[in-house]
């Protein structure tokens, strides 16, 4: 056990969690501080990533929120390699600083699944949508070179999308055969280009992926579930060892039809009609990370036809 051990023990209060996360650890775990960032870090335990993050934030799909000045302070002493014990609900972090608890067992926990939507979508949603996010210049902001192969894998996974919009008004079982087997061959050279593509600890051609995988969900998973699912069987085919661990497990996290609330945000929006209140909640996406929230808007684009 590291020396801090001995050291006062600081109890750090949970605001919220994903229930995803939480039902990804078990009773007892040890594990290490993975990764840490300006705002945020993650614990991983046997495989699994947990995102600590602060309120300030939006909660994400594999982790937990915590007061803000508490992760201020323990971003000042928690470094990379850092031992986590997680034993009767609670984690502790072993840093120089001392032991940092953080209870998990009885915590609120918010549902981070992507709703689909029940019929389809509502008129001129595709529009105000299109035309929203064309007015941010996206490709501007991309940190995926975009050059003619990363055009093509983006209008594949758009067109696939097209052809989900098919399914939802035919039925997944009136969908040509060839046309669909075109698309899904298709759509898996597009992940196969874009899986780990790209710099950083969540890659630029991951986060297209992510958001895309999360409007199909959102647009499709209600009417055309089978012809959505290639799309995320050509994810999880693809997925092991393509990529970092952090982007392996938002990947895995949106194959299981979960989203950051960010995310969440913004299909709640579409969901009312809402959409005077649209812009502000995609600025909140683009602010995520360097080019994160750019790529995972470009994706989240091509699910609704744009071509950008």
């Given at each position: 056990m590291p020396s801090s051990a001995s050291s006062k023990a600081f109890e750090v209060g949970i605001s919220s969690a994903s229930s995803y996360a939480l039902s990804r650890i078990h009773p007892s775990m040890r594990g290490t501080v993975h990764s840490v960032f300006n705002t945020s870090f993650n614990l991983e335990f046997d495989g699994n990533l947990l995102h600590v993050g602060s309120i300030g934030g939006p909660l994400s799909c594999i982790g937990l929120s915590v007061d803000a000045e508490e992760m201020s302070s323990m971003l000042g002493s928690v470094r990379a390699g850092d031992r986590a014990l997680l034993h009767n609900g609670v984690v502790r972090i072993y840093s120089l600083a001392g032991v940092s608890e953080l209870a998990v067992a009885d915590v609120p926990r918010r549902d981070?699944?992507?709703?689909p939507?029940?019929?389809?979508?509502?008129?001129?949603?595709?529009?105000?949508v299109s035309g929203l996010l064309?007015?941010?210049d996206l490709l501007e902001q991309t940190g995926l070179p975009w050059t003619e192969r990363s055009i093509s894998a983006v209008s594949a996974l758009a067109r696939f999308s097209a052809l989900c919009f098919a399914a939802d008004e035919q039925g997944d079982d009136q969908v040509d055969v060839d046309r669909f087997q075109a698309a899904e061959r298709a759509v898996h050279g597009a992940v196969e280009y874009l899986m780990g593509r790209g710099l950083g600890l969540t890659p630029s051609g991951d986060d297209i992926l992510m958001g895309f995988g999360t409007a199909l969900r959102y647009l499709h998973g209600t009417l055309a579930p089978k012809t959505t699912d290639a799309f995320f069987r050509a994810v999880a085919e693809e997925l092991p060892g393509r990529t970092t661990a952090v982007s392996e497990s938002y990947l895995q996290a949106m194959c299981a039809g979960q989203a950051n609330e960010d995310y969440l945000d913004v299909l709640a929006l579409l969901d009312s009609g809402n959409y005077g209140e649209l812009p502000s909640a995609f600025d909140r996406v683009l602010s995520m990370g360097h080019t994160s929230g750019a790529d995972s808007l470009l994706g989240f684009a091509a699910a609704f036809g744009c071509l950008l």
């Open positions: 981070c699944s992507v709703r939507l029940s019929k389809v979508m509502r008129p001129g949603m595709d529009i105000e064309r007015s941010l």
